[in-house]
């Protein structure tokens, strides 16, 4: 019998996390307050982790099925993805 085993994978904010934001995120959510959209700062950790306008927050660690961040990326409904097409490709499988 085989055994199914999750992929360990190691990730860096730095390294895997932050160029992602500064790519697709941080026009829209990063430190320019007259930019920024659905008052919502990526570019801080207090910012990710602070309550939105819907009562949802961003950035739920430990928890990416809480994460608005996390079901806005990776939603097939256009109303709702992130980013929006007109701003910045989506994101990869990968990323």
């Given amino acids: 019998m085989g055994s199914a085993r999750a992929e360990h994978v190691d990730i860096d904010f730095i390294r895997d996390i932050r160029p992602i934001l500064f790519t697709h995120c941080l026009k829209c959510h990063g430190f320019d307050a007259k930019a920024r959209k659905a008052d ?28 608005e961040l996390i079901i806005r990326v990776t939603s097939d409904d256009e ?11 989506p994101l990869d499988e990968q990323q």
């Fill in 40 to 67: 919502l700062r990526l570019d801080t950790q207090e910012g990710s982790k602070s309550r939105l306008s819907s009562g949802r927050v961003a950035v739920v660690a430990g928890d990416p099925g809480q994460s």
């Fill in 79 to 89: 109303t709702i993805r992130m980013p929006p097409a007109d701003v910045a490709e």
